[in-house]
């Protein structure tokens, strides 16, 4: 008997130092890590379940949530081609995808006096629009690294608002609600535009446009968002993000764009 506990007390003092160790010990050497910011972590960024209740928290009356007033919004269209007063208007490719024409199903002819192309059936989500700000506009220079004023912006955007299942892009085909007269539209991110993409303050944080401070447009909408709410070609809205899941039932949700990576050329 006194062997037995003359072995149990010397197996206590050895494995004494890991059984009794601070579990949070482990924890602190991590967290005091300086953290990286590579491609997976920007596009697809995370928080600690700790931290979840604070950023929910923060829902209420977020910038995101807000509505963006009296915005000057223009028409575009898959595969346009002209010139324009600031230069050559080239949508045969967005701003992820090189063949843009061949991704949607054809060329988006705003003439016609139906909400859905009438010469082919479209690949893609005819309710569309394009706001100005890239995925690389939020980069610092030389870095995957998130701009330090926008990384708590970016995580909530993608837990609450990003569509997207890889991480090519966190702004693609992410949905906006837009108001105009009376109506209500829905549309998914297809495009960068119009005429700039580094506008982060006014797309993320709801400051106002600096292109339109020139009296510029600052939302491009598609013929199909134009047709369903029966506006000009130029004409003020209002717009805000709306998540997936509050999306309603329309003719918005006829034909989803997804995310297929093999589509996707490299992040603008």
């Known amino acids: 008997m006194n062997a037995k506990l003359t072995w149990f007390c010397l197996g206590i003092l050895l494995a004494g130092p890991l059984a009794f160790a601070n579990p949070k010990s482990e924890q602190h050497q991590v967290g005091s890590r300086k953290q990286e910011f590579d491609k997976s972590t920007f596009y697809n960024a995370t928080v600690k379940e700790d931290d979840e209740g604070e950023l ?38 967005s701003a992820w995808i090189a063949s843009w024409v061949k991704s949607f199903g054809g060329v988006d002819q705003p003439e016609r006096s139906t909400v859905f192309p009438t ?43 990003s569509a997207n299942s890889h991480a090519k892009s966190f702004l693609k085909n992410t949905w906006i609600a837009i108001e105009a007269e009376g109506k209500t539209c829905y549309a998914q991110w297809q495009d960068v535009g119009p ?26 909408i598609s013929p199909a968002v134009q047709k369903y709410m029966q506006i000009s070609a130029k004409t003020i809205t209002r717009w805000r993000f709306v998540p997936p899941t509050e999306v309603p039932d329309g003719p918005w949700k006829k034909i989803i764009s997804g995310d297929e990576p093999g589509q996707l050329v490299s992040v603008r």
Do not use: M
């Open 56 to 93: 929910f928290r923060k829902v209420f009356n977020h910038p995101l949530q807000q509505w963006r007033e009296n915005i000057i919004t223009t028409v575009f269209y898959v595969g346009e081609y002209r010139k324009s007063r600031v230069g050559l208007l080239n949508n045969r490719s």
């Open 119 to 161: 010469k082919f059936k479209p690949k893609e989500n005819p309710f569309y629009f394009a706001l100005p700000l890239s995925d690389k506009a939020l980069q610092s220079v030389g870095s995957n690294e998130i701009v330090p004023e926008f990384q708590e912006i970016v995580i909530f955007f993608n837990r609450i608002y």
């Open 195 to 220: 005429y700039t993409e580094d506008d982060p303050c006014y797309v993320l944080k709801n400051e106002k446009p600096k292109f339109q401070q020139g009296n510029g447009p600052a939302l491009d």
